[in-house]
């Protein structure tokens, strides 16, 4: 027995297209990792070829659709073999729809990016035990000269597919039930089909697809046919003809398959130092390639926790958010296909439950949901901090800000940080700003890194000669450090100062000055510093205050100094609109910053019969306005006075 030393932290099992993504995931983030396949070669077979927005969306952030090169539109899709349009997701999305890129050229690619990126990859080399120790794991392998050796890492992940190994060695428990349904697949050559799309006949459901190199991909069921026994060219050309009337024995059959309706998800993707993801996690019918999508989308679930915790930079329980957020996607995804299996291989008994189907399935609504699940788009994530920071080509609605950089003024409390850390937990680089809290600022990025977020403090006094200069001293040094560059893609105007309540007899003119200097003057002289620094498409927010729109004597200068800002939005958004940059204004009502009136329970009651809601608003509620606001899906709203008082001027 040799012991064959590695330096990897993880150990991936299985090159397939989730181990291979895995793998590079974890070297992006600074794990290192070891990919053990058993093939030698990969087998060229295709089995799914099919991406969907939010793959690539993954990939798009990755580089690795570049490298894909241009992949061709598939149309629309199917729900169980009713027609319907993917692209009813997000129809202005650029990856709206499915798009097609055969499984071998995907496993060509990925293992080449994992490579460039430094993971090892091993073929030939089988997993036959595996251990777990209080600080690692150890598996037993057989190398190419069926020599066994042991590897010892931190943490091992099973991407080994359906029937897996390390799933069957580390004991998880598969919930869930066996096939008893199947469909038969071949690739034949030397065929002049007709192409078809899961054609209902009356014994049974058929696919037939020339692909460009003349190859026919077929697919048939006969209803009621359970699977066991061999797949051979006879069988599937019986059942073929079976169903179609058609006679195909005279193809040659060069790839032969099957596929049933078994349905079965792992308890937990986690037992203690070892992970599952892909299908040796979950088991389902390959139905619209939802099984090699939700695979991937494991894999660039795990990865860069599982490289946070390896390089000792995870927040406590961050690794066991990859079962928390991937299970239950998993077990949607399952009952989805459940309910496809249903109406696709029921004969005469669910024609009427399809006929019903097929009618829902005109209705947008009902086109939009199911869409935004089989594409990946409505799942709530943790946002992935950002590894590499290069512009994002797509953008997502799961990490809808990732790459992005933000400013926040007046971060490092109140409506700031709330705002700071709503924008980091969609994956911007925040840079908060404070002028004389330090603790508190690096509070508010402390919180941010907790969740794996990034973020950094940048002094500057606003409101003395040079502010906004000094402010973006600091700003562009910060990015650079991060990013290499200083683009600024989001500013949040937010700092303020609030008059305490005095009559408009009582104010001098230095303090109505100094009011202007911090409220007006620097929110003015910030954006002419940021607009170099930002890209076509940047988002620019003021916060006001519904004291623009309600009269409050005691708090006229404070309320002229908003009027102001709101007027700073309006004509910049039509200055900058043939950019593409939005200007926005967030008003606020009473909002809770922490202050110490917020802890008198007779001051709050007061003021909480301003809103309609009767309740004094929490930083959280302006600050999602504000992010919704710096999001691609808010890009029709500019020069926009937003009311977020809870009501309070519905008078
Ligand atoms: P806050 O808790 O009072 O925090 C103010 C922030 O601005 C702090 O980060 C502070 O930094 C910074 N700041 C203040 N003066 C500054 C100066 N001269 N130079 C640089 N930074 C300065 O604020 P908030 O209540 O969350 O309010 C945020 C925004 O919402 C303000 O524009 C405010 O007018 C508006 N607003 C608030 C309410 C409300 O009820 N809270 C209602 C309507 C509108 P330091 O921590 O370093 O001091």
């Keep these: 027995m040799t012991r064959r030393a590695t330096a990897a932290d993880v150990i991936v099992v299985g090159a397939g297209p989730v181990g291979l993504l895995l793998a590079a995931e974890l070297r992006e983030n600074g794990a290192r990792a070891l990919v053990l396949e058993t093939l030698p070669e990969p087998t060229g077979e295709s089995r799914a070829s099919v991406l969907h927005t939010r793959t690539m969306e993954i990939f798009a952030e990755r580089g690795i659709l570049d490298r894909l090169g241009p992949l061709p539109a598939l149309g629309p899709g199917h729900f169980g073999g009713l027609r319907f349009d993917l692209a009813a997701a997000e129809p202005e999305h650029p ?94 050559a030397g065929l002049t089909l007709d192409d078809r799309r899961l054609k209902r006949y009356p014994d049974g459901v058929a696919t037939a697809y020339r692909r460009p190199d003349g190859v026919t991909r077929l697919m048939v069921h006969q209803y009621g046919a359970a699977p066991g026994g061999e797949v051979d060219f006879e069988r599937v050309a019986a059942a073929w003809s079976a169903v179609t009337g058609e006679d195909i024995r005279h193809g040659e059959p060069l790839w032969l398959n099957r596929f049933g309706n078994a349905s079965r998800q792992v308890t937990q993707y986690r037992r203690g130092r070892v992970l599952l993801a892909g299908d040796a996690a979950h088991v389902q019918m390959p139905v619209g ?156 990025v402390a919180l941010i890194e907790q969740e794996g977020g990034a973020a ?119 200055h900058l609109a043939p950019r593409g940059i939005t200007v926005n204004t967030v008003a606020p009502g009473i909002t809770n910053n922490g202050g110490a009136i917020f802890d008198i329970p007779e001051a709050v009651e007061a003021m909480a019969q301003l809103s309609a809601f009767k309740r004094v608003g929490e930083a959280d509620d302006v600050a999602d306005v504000v992010t919704f606001l710096a999001t691609h899906e ?17 008078g």
């Design 95 to 188: 990856y709206a729809g499915q798009w097609e890129c055969l499984q071998s050229r995907l496993e060509a690619v990925l293992q080449r990016h994992a490579s460039d990126l430094g993971a090892e990859i091993r073929r030939g080399h089988t997993v036959t035990g595996l251990t777990q120790t209080a600080d690692g794991v150890r598996v037993r392998v057989l190398g190419p000269d069926r020599e066994p050796y042991d590897l010892t890492a931190a943490y091992l992940v099973g991407c080994d597919g359906e029937p897996s190994t390390v799933r069957e060695l580390a004991g998880f428990e598969f919930a869930g039930r066996d096939a008893d349904k199947e469909m038969l697949r071949a690739d034949v």
């Design 289 to 444: 390639g939802q099984a090699l999508n939700l695979g991937l989308q494991d894999a660039a679930g795990l990865g860069w926790k599982l490289a946070r915790e390896v390089t000792g930079t995870a927040r406590p329980g961050l690794l066991d958010s990859y079962h928390d957020e991937r299970h239950p996607v998993g077990a949607r995804t399952l009952t989805n296909i459940q309910a496809q299996a249903r109406l696709l291989f029921g004969g005469q008994e669910v024609t009427a439950l399809r006929d019903v189907f097929g009618e829902l399935l005109r209705h947008d609504a009902v086109q939009r949901h199911l869409a935004r699940m089989i594409s990946g788009l409505d799942v709530q994530e943790r946002p992935r901090p950002p590894a590499r920071h290069t512009p994002t080509p797509g953008r997502s609605t799961v990490d809808r800000l990732i790459d992005k950089t933000a400013l926040v003024t007046g971060s490092s409390r109140g409506i700031g940080r709330a705002t700071a850390v709503a924008l980091a937990r969609q994956g911007a680089l925040v840079a908060v700003h404070y002028t004389a809290n330090e603790q508190a600022a690096q509070e508010t």
């Design 456 to 574: 950094f403090a940048v002094r500057a006094e606003l409101g003395v000669p040079g502010d906004a200069h000094e402010l973006f001293l600091g700003v562009e040094q910060g990015l650079k450090e991060r990013i290499g560059e200083s683009r600024l893609d989001i500013l949040v105007n937010n700092a303020g100062v609030t008059t305490t309540g005095q009559p408009p007899e009582d104010i001098t003119p230095e303090e109505f000055d100094r009011y202007f200097a911090v409220n007006a003057r620097a929110p003015y002289f910030i954006v002419q510093r940021a607009l170099p620094l930002m890209p076509d498409g940047g988002r620019i927010v003021n916060i006001s205050s519904g004291l623009t729109r309600t009269a409050n004597p005691d708090q006229l200068v404070y309320a002229m100094t908003k009027g102001a800002v709101e007027q700073l939005t309006l004509h910049l958004a039509r």
């Design 634 to 650: 808010a890009r029709w709203i500019t020069g926009a006075f937003i009311d977020a008082t809870g009501g309070t001027l519905l």
